[in-house]
């Protein structure tokens, strides 16, 4: 798998130095060369394929031989030991619960198959990374548990004062070992910006060897393409067109199912719904990408205002505004409509949505209302609503349990360390 820079000024890298090294120098985002085609035969039998299998398939086509077989499988079966359920609420809606993952969120999937593919790649050099990660709730504590004492490799959590849910960062700030959180006092985009400028910094890029968990790191995505098939394998035997409803905030899980229809998934089309924080359905809108400051809101793993995957958006439509906006519908949704279909699902379907997927779920309504014909529709529910239950349970005006993995970091006390926006400050704490 080679790689290219979308600012394309970097020369291409192999897939090992893509992911060791997170970003190019040119502040770009590594893409592959090629993004290669699935075989008819894999799509045929893909009903009767495990979830390990159908990821062993996709990895390997993209990966080539730059990870052995045996390795490979290794990976995949230590990364997705939990189960990834489909789950029908009602005609056309089904739920894909994604928070199976030890942090309870989808961020599981691409951070614990990224540790395992840059710990197989720092074997074959005996270096030493420093990872650096900003979140905006629940990337952080999915890429510290991944990473949890991997020799070798330091993790930095960013995450924005008092713009988490208790839960979250309970969870992000009790990890220990290897791991330590900055409580940075601003935005989850300055948590972004301070880390992307660190890449930029020479001075810290030559003492440190740094590198990104978030999704501008290539490892992030090729996992996160895996639950389109499986989802898909699951409805293919009803022959209804398939269409994902994504919850969006810095676009690496739309990505991901970018990606898997460029493998060949017959995917129907996409639904890209994000809160108030409407960058990319401003975009399609006008043709204008317009980064602004992030709103906050309930559904706060999504308030990002500068959307990092866009120039990836960007690259799979080769450029082109017209061929994202055949592939793509957004929407967004305020905090109030947001509540209103979590009652909605709840009374309706006896379903409880997080508030992320409930801004998935109104970006499918409203996209179906102006079809013809029938679809299979298909949120992504990225986390897991004990994460949020303050917000769930008065919306809901009902008690959710809260599963034991979560109840865990609850019962742990808070190791943060605060600090400014500023980026001297930042860098002063990394180099000391
Ligand atoms: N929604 C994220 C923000 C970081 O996104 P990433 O997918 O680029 O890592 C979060 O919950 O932290």
């Not at 045996?70 to 009602?90: G, Y």
Request: charged fraction near 20%; hydrophobic fraction near 40%.
């Amino acid at each position: 798998m080679e790689l290219y820079s979308t600012k394309k000024i970097s020369p291409n890298v192999s897939i090992g130095e893509a992911v060791l090294k997170g970003l190019p120098d040119d502040n770009g985002l590594y893409m592959p060369v090629q993004i290669p085609e699935l075989p008819k035969s894999f799509f045929d039998g893909i009903e009767k394929m495990t979830f390990q299998d159908i990821g062993f398939t996709v990895s390997q086509a993209l990966l080539g031989k730059s990870v052995d077989d045996q390795s490979l499988r290794k990976i995949l079966a230590e990364a997705f030991d939990f189960e990834t359920p489909l789950v029908k609420i009602k005609e056309g809606f089904s739920v894909l619960e994604l928070f199976h993952g030890p942090t309870a969120a989808f961020k599981d999937f691409g951070a614990r198959f990224m540790s395992r593919l840059m710990r197989y790649f720092l074997q074959q050099t005996n270096q030493e990374i420093n990872i650096l990660v900003a979140t905006s709730g629940d990337t952080g504590s999915a890429v510290g548990h991944g990473f949890l004492g991997v020799e070798g490799i330091r993790v930095t959590i960013l995450y924005p004062k008092g713009k988490v849910s208790d839960i979250q960062e309970k969870q992000l700030t009790t990890i220990g070992g290897n791991v330590s959180a900055l409580e940075i006092d601003g935005t989850f985009d300055d948590c972004q910006r301070l880390v992307k400028s660190a890449f930029l910094d020479e001075e810290l890029s030559s003492k440190l060897n740094l590198t990104s968990a978030n999704s501008i790191n290539i490892a992030r995505l090729i996992p996160q393409s895996f639950y389109y098939f499986h989802a898909y394998a699951q409805l293919k035997s009803d022959g209804k067109p398939v269409v994902f409803s994504v919850p969006s905030g810095n676009f690496g899980n739309l990505c991901g199912g970018l990606i898997a229809k460029k493998m060949g998934l017959p995917i129907a089309h996409f639904i890209a719904s994000t809160n108030v924080n409407d960058i990319v359905p401003e975009y399609l809108r006008s043709g204008v990408f317009h980064a602004r400051p992030s709103i906050e809101t309930i559904s706060n793993a999504m308030d990002v205002g500068n959307p990092s995957n866009f120039p990836r958006m960007l690259a799979l439509h080769d450029w082109e505004y017209d061929k994202i906006k055949n592939e793509i519908s957004a929407f967004s949704f305020d905090d109030n409509e947001t509540k209103q279909a979590m009652r909605e699902v709840f009374n309706e379907c006896d379903y409880t949505l997080c508030p992320h997927t409930a801004v998935a779920y109104l970006g499918l309504k409203n996209w179906l209302q102006e079809q013809h014909e029938a679809f299979n529709g298909v949120l992504l529910s990225t986390a897991h609503p004990a994460k949020f239950i303050d917000v769930v349970e008065e919306t809901l005006k009902a008690k959710i349990l809260i599963p034991e993995r979560l109840q865990e970091a609850l019962s742990k006390e808070k190791v943060a360390q605060p600090m400014s926006g500023k980026f001297d400050d930042f860098k002063s704490w990394l180099l000391g």
